[in-house]
């Protein structure tokens, strides 16, 4: 089953991702157009501190017009691994670094549409090492239990896609 690329152009080149539009041909033979936003990969942590809390950030997102419960995450620089990436991110978002950073898994965040690819660390073992954060960002940190964190994740409170699927890939490790 194969899908045939006929044409594709760059409608978009931006900071954080870029958009083609891609003119395919399905294995059945329709023609049809798609935008797909290129992204380079991202990272989001789930740092635990020694009482056994999870850091969350509450960070302004303008898209969705409010301030919403999140893990820290962040978009990985051209190149980087996703490992020195989280621990770039975790410091700039949490001021805290981690001695001990454990991959618990991968997806891509919106395959219909993007090919972001987010790479998930817990972060243990914190200790003060804070980095500057990025001019457009206005958060502010919130250490929860870890249970009232799944708490909060089932009853909707935490409404961030990555973030929910963080917890989920995580659930075995923290609980």
Same mark, same amino acid.
């Given at each position: ?84 990436? $989280? ?77 929910? $699927? ?10």
């Amino acid at each position: 089953m194969t899908f045939e690329i006929i044409d594709q152009e760059m409608v978009y080149k931006g900071k954080a991702f870029d958009v083609r539009r891609e003119k395919i041909r399905t294995p059945q033979g329709a023609i049809v157009l798609l935008d797909i936003v290129d992204h380079r990969g991202a990272v989001t942590m789930i740092p635990v501190d020694q009482e056994g809390r999870i850091i969350f950030v509450r960070q302004y997102r303008h898209p969705a017009g409010k301030f919403l419960l999140e893990l820290p995450a962040g978009v990985m620089e051209v190149g980087e691994l996703p490992e020195n990436s $989280a621990q770039r991110e975790v410091r700039e978002e949490t001021g805290m670094a981690a001695e001990k950073l454990v991959k618990v898994g991968e997806f891509y965040l919106a395959p219909g549409y993007s090919t972001e690819y987010m790479h998930v660390f817990l972060a243990t073992q914190l200790y003060p090492a804070p980095l500057p954060g990025d001019i457009d960002e206005v958060l502010s940190l919130e250490r929860v239990p870890i249970r009232e964190a799944y708490r909060l994740a089932m009853e909707g409170e935490i409404q961030d896609a990555k973030s929910l $699927a963080a917890l989920f890939l995580a659930r075995q490790l923290l609980e």
